[in-house]
């Protein structure tokens, strides 16, 4: 599988994705647009988690952005450690770009501190302050940010995507995002009709209003947008 320029709902600030894994993701989303049978998923993406070996041969060139494991979550307990060496390995062998690596299980990223390339930026989802269980079996939004938090000690570029957006406590969640203090915050709604407790629109403005006065950059998602019909 080639490197693949970034398209469709896909942050516009990437400019190309890269899968080396292979199964299906361990979280199991519910909302999840790869596992989503109605759209057909994808035999690469069932079955257990397995590393392609092929896909490690793949250059990367420079000058890019390159969301790694777009389609994955490359830090998931059931993930090998060698895969993510592996992985980590080949974008080293390629300074010259900027990697994206976003995860729902940040805390095992400590693990790995040394390994990651140079240009590295960091993410995790955050849809909500509450419990997203058993939406998701990853692990809670809570832990989440308390490893986003402890990150800061390692000087990562960071960043937050609230999406699928769900039903929230405007002074909790604005007060998690505003400790991780990450350099920008995406913010996107579910596209794809899966019925989520969903929040009101005001709830959403006054969370966006916080996170601004707190000096955090906003980058909204178009599908944001049918909030405020």
């Not at 993930?79 to 690596?101: M, T």
């Not at 308390?146 to 960043?159: G, N």
């Not at 957006?165 to 400790?179: A, E, H, N, R």
Request: glycine residues 6%; charged residues 25%.
């Amino acid at each position: 599988m080639a490197l693949r320029k970034s398209k469709g709902n896909m942050y516009p600030w990437v400019t190309h994705t890269h899968t080396h894994l292979g199964g299906e993701c361990p979280h199991k989303c519910q909302y999840c647009y790869v596992s989503d049978i109605r759209f057909g998923r994808p035999v690469k993406y069932q079955g257990p988690i397995r590393l392609i070996e092929k896909e490690l041969e793949v250059p990367y060139r420079k000058n890019k952005i390159i969301f790694i494991e777009n389609c994955n979550d490359l830090f998931a307990e059931d993930v090998d450690f060698g895969f993510i060496d592996s992985i980590l390995a080949h974008c080293r062998d390629w300074p010259e770009n900027n990697y994206v690596f976003q995860t729902k299980n940040p805390e095992r990223i400590a693990g790995f501190i040394d390994q990651f390339p140079q240009n590295t930026l960091i993410g995790t989802t955050i849809e909500t302050n509450r419990d997203t269980y058993p939406m998701s079996l990853a692990p809670s939004p809570g832990a989440r940010m308390q490893a986003m938090v402890h990150l800061q000690d390692y000087s990562f570029r960071e960043f937050v995507t609230i999406e699928p957006i769900l039903d929230f406590d405007v002074p909790i969640l604005s007060d998690w995002i505003c400790l991780i203090n990450p350099e920008f915050v995406n913010i996107g709604a579910d596209s794809k009709g899966h019925g989520l407790p969903e929040p009101a629109n005001r709830k959403i403005e006054e969370l966006i209003m916080n996170l601004i006065a707190s000096g955090i950059e906003i980058r909204e998602k178009h599908n944001l947008g049918r909030f405020k019909k």
